[in-house]
T-cell receptor
């Protein structure tokens, strides 16, 4: 497919469990972003990758959250010891991010709806 | 702290009406303002605005930015039921890698 894809589309887990959420960006997009959207709110930034490296992880709420992008394409968001407050839609976006000074649109995936019971 | 505020939070109109959605922002170093439409889950891109006073238009949707007063509006004319969605406004600060700061969104419901 041509767009950003995310799996699973829905995930139900129990408090204390570990979850992994996957994002496949648009082919060739070097920048990848994770956002979290709680009910009735706009998306909140979590972390940004440029290539394989996390260029900005200032939005991660605590050390239970971690993300990787080992080959500069697919990314996995990992949440340890899940809490009920982690329940939200986790959105991934990618952009081309060309040379400095260009402004590239972020294209979003359909998200993963995480429910922690 | 960088912030984006949208109003109204929700709006109910009838088909054929014209609506105006508002977005005000505070950001230390502004680069661009974006509008997205969110139906179900994935936000879809509508407009990117970088310069004041230049209207962007796509069909029945249009948007304009005022960098002096720090706001943007999104207009939808001759609304249709398919316009029902959450409309998100986001600001991209400069030199922060492209991360977006979103408002709460405006939930628009268009009744037949």
């Amino acid at each position: 497919g041509a767009g950003v894809s995310q799996t699973p589309s829905n995930k139900v887990t129990e408090k204390g469990k570990y979850v992994e959420l996957r994002c496949d960006p648009i082919s060739g997009h070097t920048a990848l972003y994770w956002y979290r959207q709680s009910l009735g709110q706009g998306p909140e930034f979590l972390i940004y990758f440029q290539g394989t490296g996390a260029a900005d992880d200032s939005g991660l709420p605590n050390d239970r959250f971690f993300a990787v992008r080992p080959e500069g394409s697919v990314s996995t968001l990992k949440i340890q010891r899940t809490e009920r407050g982690d329940s939200a839609v986790y959105l991934c976006a990618s952009s081309l991010n060309g040379p400095a000074g260009t402004q590239e649109t972020q294209y979003f995936g359909p998200g993963t709806r995480l429910l922690v019971l | 702290e960088d912030k984006v505020v949208q109003s109204p939070l929700s709006l109910v109109v009838h088909e054929g009406d014209t609506v105006t959605l508002n977005c005000s922002y505070e950001v230390t170093n502004f680069r661009s303002l974006l509008w997205y439409k969110q139906e179900k889950k994935a936000p879809t891109f509508l407009f990117m605005l970088t310069s004041s006073g230049i209207e962007k238009k796509s069909g029945r949707l249009s948007s304009i930015l005022d960098k002096k007063e720090l706001f943007s509006i999104l207009n939808i004319t001759a609304t249709q039921t398919g316009d029902s969605a959450i409309y998100l406004c986001a600001v991209e600060p400069r030199n922060q890698g492209g991360k977006l700061i979103f408002g709460q969104g405006t939930e628009l419901s268009v009744k037949p």
